[in-house]
């Protein structure tokens, strides 16, 4: 599990930032995407796949996040 901290930028898109990896990337889409339950598999701009227990939407947010599939690398 890694600590990954969400918010949204000036264009109302979502980051999802791991500090140890110091990876920065948009958030492309999410298994449950509403207001009262907000996660599950994340999908990013680099074509990873993490986990995010679903949850209340609130950010910014620091929240537990499990790595499901690396994106592919060139």
Same mark, same amino acid.
């Given at each position: 599990? $890694? &600590? ?5 930028? !000036?264009?109302? &898109?979502?980051?999802?930032?791991? #500090? /140890? &990896? !110091? ?5 492309? @889409?999410? =298994?449950?995407? @509403? $207001?009262? /339950? +907000? ?5 990013? @701009?680099?074509?990873?796949? +993490?986990?995010? =227990? %679903?949850? #209340?939407?609130?950010? %910014?947010?620091?929240?537990? #996040? &499990?790595?499901? /599939? ?5």
């Amino acid at each position: 599990m $890694a &600590k990954v901290m969400l918010r949204e930028n !000036d264009e109302g &898109k979502v980051l999802f930032y791991v #500090a /140890k &990896k !110091d990876m920065e990337e948009i958030v492309e @889409s999410l =298994e449950f995407d @509403s $207001a009262e /339950k +907000w996660g599950g598999n994340v999908h990013l @701009s680099n074509g990873d796949i +993490w986990f995010i =227990e %679903p949850n #209340a939407k609130t950010l %910014p947010n620091e929240v537990n #996040a &499990k790595i499901i /599939k690396r994106g592919e690398e060139d």
